[in-house]
């Protein structure tokens, strides 16, 4: 069964950093690209950023373009969003998704992220 | 980039259709085949219903059908159930290869 379980968030400051884990299993990890997707409370999903399988390519949405960094470490089978200079307008439940021929085939439950002060 | 655009509320009796639009570009609907819906129930995970405009992932009710004309993709709902009122997203690979989604529908079973 694949499972992909997110942990890290929290309450944080603005201009402040935090770093999201995203924990896989039930599934070969390095065959997949992946992906962070994010909801501000009551809104809608909004694409954040996309890792190649090998982490050798990576690609952002605009606006967190400099200031969020996606990677990986397939031998933890385990998907990471480092965040930085944090804005009250990043706050949102973030969801990692495996990818699987341009779709988001499966879905964490979320971790949510507070940027205030 | 901008989101897709979806109405933000469609209602319906049980055993009713309906359909919800999502409209986007040449850039993004419009210019390939890979536009998906996903289903979010409150405090939910959203979960995969349709991929590639039209195809459905396995275990997914053929009550549900996507298809795609120009700039808009359409999900279509036969056979309301109540298990079915959630919020409905729309997503598109696009041309500068990042993904973009819709601003979801509200999807009321009366």
């Known amino acids: 069964e694949v499972q992909l379980v997110e942990s890290g968030g929290g309450l944080v400051q603005p201009g402040g950093s935090l770093r999201l884990s995203c924990a896989a299993s039930g599934f070969t990890f390095s065959d997949y690209w992946m992906h962070w997707v994010r909801q501000a409370p009551g809104k809608g999903l909004v694409w954040v950023a996309r890792?190649?399988?090998?982490?050798?390519?990576?690609i952002y949405a605009d606006s967190v373009k400099g200031r969020f960094t996606i990677s990986r470490d397939n031998a933890k089978s385990t998907l990471y969003l480092q965040m930085n200079s944090l804005r009250a307008e990043d706050t949102a439940v973030y969801y990692c998704?495996?990818?699987?021929?341009?779709?988001?085939?499966?879905w964490g439950q979320g971790t949510l992220v507070t940027v205030s002060s | 980039q901008s989101a897709l655009t979806q109405p933000a509320s469609v209602s319906g009796s049980p055993g009713q259709s309906i359909t919800i639009s999502c409209t986007g570009t040449?850039?993004?609907?419009?210019?390939?085949?890979?536009v998906s819906w996903y289903q979010q129930h409150p405090g939910k995970a959203p979960k995969l219903i349709i991929y590639?405009?039209?195809n459905r992932p396995s275990g997914v009710s053929n009550r549900f059908s996507g298809s795609k004309s120009g700039n808009t993709a359409s999900l279509t709902i036969s056979g309301l159930q109540a298990e079915d009122e959630a919020d409905y997203y729309c997503s598109s690979y696009t041309s500068s290869s990042t993904w973009v989604f819709g601003g979801g529908t509200k999807l009321t079973v009366l």
């Open positions: 040449s850039s993004d609907v419009g210019g390939n085949y890979f």
């Open positions: 590639d405009v039209s």
């Open positions: 998704a495996r990818d699987s021929r341009y779709r988001q085939d499966y």
């Open positions: 890792i190649y399988s090998d982490g050798s390519s990576t």
